[in-house]
């Protein structure tokens, strides 16, 4: 369970307590290891995950077959909120670029918090 002052991510950090209430029951602390694969392109995405320290690549695979870095991602942001769309495949390969800590929820759970809560709309929409 994660509490008001360890919430190290800032998109977390940004809620009121009321809609961020909405995602506690689903969030779980979890160690983010350098070079985990969190999501891969193509497959369905499980997990929103929302980091409190460490650095995500959001890669994808170009026509050529190189792969190409497309953004990173770190405490003030999430990845996987395109879940919300329903379920689709990724678009990119989440990987861990530097190691740290994390929050994830469930893609489920996580849209519905996001279908309840104005406050979540616009937080994932402003990211």
């Not at 002052?5 to 506690?24: C, Q, T």
């Not at 497959?43 to 497309?70: C, K, R, Y």
């Not at 689709?88 to 809560?117: C, D, E, H, L, Y």
């Amino acid at each position: 369970m994660i509490r008001g002052g360890e919430i190290g991510n800032r998109l977390l950090a940004a809620l009121a307590p009321a809609d961020f209430g909405l995602l506690v029951p689903g969030l779980e602390m979890i160690g983010l290891d350098q070079d985990a694969v969190l999501s891969q392109a193509g497959e369905q995405i499980e997990h929103v995950f929302f980091p409190h320290s460490g650095a995500v690549s959001l890669m994808i695979d170009m026509a050529n077959g190189q792969t190409v870095a497309t953004a990173a991602v770190g405490r003030e942001g999430a990845v996987g909120v395109l879940s919300v769309l329903g379920p689709s495949p990724s678009a990119s390969t989440a990987i861990v670029r530097a190691a740290g800590t994390a929050s994830r929820i469930s893609a489920r759970r996580f849209q519905a918090a996001f279908n309840r809560s104005p406050a979540i709309r616009h937080a994932i929409q402003m990211h």
